[in-house]
């Protein structure tokens, strides 16, 4: 059974410090990574996504990957109170259409 | 922009119903999903499909079906509606070729009674 775990948390930070959420999963086959926001009641946004091992930048958000380890992370930097919300973590596997969610990360950013 | 749209955002439907959710997206993606979200279960894909009328089943597809007449449309279908079948259901959508996000419509918010 392909899995991605994630903390549950909550993750606690006070605004404008560096949130850091992460996600492991179990694929090796895994080609492809991709971080979501949720906030309650709504439907998951993406906000990052990487394929090769290393980081990505994108605005506050930084994507770390690391197949070797089998893990990515997310880092937000000077975070904000309305970057309260869950993160969702999906892989995709090469030669399938399915994606994997895990279960979430509850960030909350305090003011 | 990706546009990915539901047919409704909350639904409410008695046990033994025949409930239709439909999800059209615009950005002529080859590939739609629906996954349901129950909390600390996380999203749980029941069905996708690759082309139209091309399908495959997910994770948890007893007791749905679907149904993909257009290129933009896909439609899930509970036969017969169950209490456990409520849910947030979520319609996604990717294209083939290129990148490969996951974008997500609003989802439906399913309350069975």
């Known amino acids: 059974q392909k899995e991605v775990e994630q903390n549950s948390g909550p993750v606690s930070v006070p605004e404008g410090a560096i949130a850091s959420l992460n996600c492991t999963y179990s694929?090796?086959?895994?080609?492809?990574f991709f971080w979501y926001r949720q906030y309650s009641g709504k439907s998951p946004e993406l906000i990052m996504f990487?394929?090769?091992?290393g980081d990505k930048e994108d605005g506050r958000f930084t994507a770390q990957l690391n197949k070797a380890s089998q893990y990515v992370s997310l880092l937000i930097r000077d975070s904000q109170p309305s970057d309260s919300a869950t993160y969702l973590c999906?892989?995709?596997?090469?030669?399938?259409?399915?994606?994997?969610f895990g279960t979430g990360t509850r960030l909350k950013v305090l003011a | 922009d990706v546009k990915v749209t539901q047919s409704s955002r909350y639904l409410v439907k008695r046990t033994g119903e025949k409930v239709f959710l439909e999800c059209v997206q615009d950005m002529d993606h080859e590939n739609m999903f629906w996954y349901r979200q129950d909390p600390g279960l996380g999203l749980r894909l029941i069905y996708f499909s690759y082309d139209v009328k091309m399908k495959e089943k997910g994770d948890i597809p007893e007791g749905y079906s679907v149904s993909r007449e257009k290129k933009e449309r896909f439609s899930l279908i509970l036969e017969s509606a169950s209490t456990n079948q409520t849910s947030m259901y979520l319609c996604?959508?990717?294209?083939?070729?290129?990148?490969?996000?996951?974008?997500f419509g609003p989802g439906t918010r399913l309350t069975v009674t």
């Open positions: 694929d090796r086959g895994s080609q492809s």
């Open positions: 996604a959508s990717t294209t083939r070729t290129g990148s490969d996000e996951q974008y």
């Open positions: 990487i394929y090769s091992n």
């Open positions: 999906a892989v995709r596997s090469s030669g399938t259409y399915k994606y994997i």
